[in-house]
């Protein structure tokens, strides 16, 4: 089950959006594969490939090929970047600076 916070950046309104932006700012993901949270790592690929990846596709966010399971920085990749630093952080702690 998702996480929902408040923003008002589209596609970002889950936490598994939100990491997955975070990923790819810091240049740790390449592959969904690298999204996964230990322990519910089924649950989670599933929500990404139904859900989340789909709207982060739409909104320009991210390039994603779902044959050889990659995702990259799209068109409107920095715009979601921008805002990393404004999201609350997925476990309720402060986000480091």
């Known amino acids: ?11 970002l309104e889950t936490v598994e959006a ?5 990923a790819l700012v810091d240049g740790a993901v ?7 949270v230990r ?13 989340h ?3 982060l596709e ?3 966010y991210i390039e994603w090929d779902r ?7 799209g068109p409107n990749f920095e715009e979601a970047a921008a805002h990393v630093a404004d999201l609350p952080h997925p476990d309720g ?3 480091d600076d």
């Open 39 to 51: 322990g519910r790592s089924d649950e989670i690929a599933d929500e990404l490939r139904q859900s």
């Open 58 to 60: 739409e909104a320009g």
């Open 18 to 22: 939100q990491r997955a932006v975070a």
């Open 53 to 55: 990846l789909p709207a």
């Open 93 to 95: 702690e402060p986000a």
């Open 1 to 11: 089950m998702s996480t929902t916070h408040d923003t008002s950046y589209g596609g």
């Open 67 to 73: 044959e050889a399971g990659t995702i990259a920085p």
């Open 30 to 36: 390449e592959t969904i594969a690298d999204l996964r």
